[in-house]
């Protein structure tokens, strides 16, 4: 069974700091891309940041040189560092594999954790 626990969201003013932590199953942690995902009211579901098993990165340009993703293999745990945060980043943010499954598979996503940036 796909277990996905995210936590660390919150309330935050706009220039503040929020780290989301994810704690994952092995069947989908190990081996694979993972990624942080989030989800505006009203808008679809989108990538904020990969991390490849050898710890290599990629970033959706709205959050490059502001988020910093991780990973910790021996703890099924990643991680985003969320700096000078802004307003449009207020979302529901998810961990998943990456490439993720379908949106409508409630079961393989976690609950989420929402992050609310205030001006």
């Known amino acids: 069974q796909v277990q996905l626990v995210e936590s660390g969201g919150g309330l935050v003013q706009a220039g503040g700091s929020l780290r989301l932590s994810c704690a994952a199953s092995?069947?989908?942690?190990?081996?694979?891309?993972m990624a942080w995902y989030r989800q505006a009211p009203g808008k679809q579901r989108d990538m904020v940041a990969t991390i490849t098993r050898g710890y290599s990165t990629n970033y959706d340009d709205s959050v490059k040189g502001r988020f910093t993703i991780s990973r910790d293999n021996a703890k099924n745990t990643v991680y985003l560092q969320m700096n000078s945060l802004k307003t449009e980043d207020t979302a529901v943010y998810y961990c998943?594999?990456?490439?993720?499954?379908?949106?409508?598979?409630?079961?393989?996503w976690g609950q989420g954790t929402q992050v609310t940036v205030s001006s």
């Open positions: 998943n594999r990456n490439p993720p499954p379908a949106q409508y598979l409630l079961d393989s």
């Open positions: 092995r069947s989908i942690f190990s081996g694979n891309t």
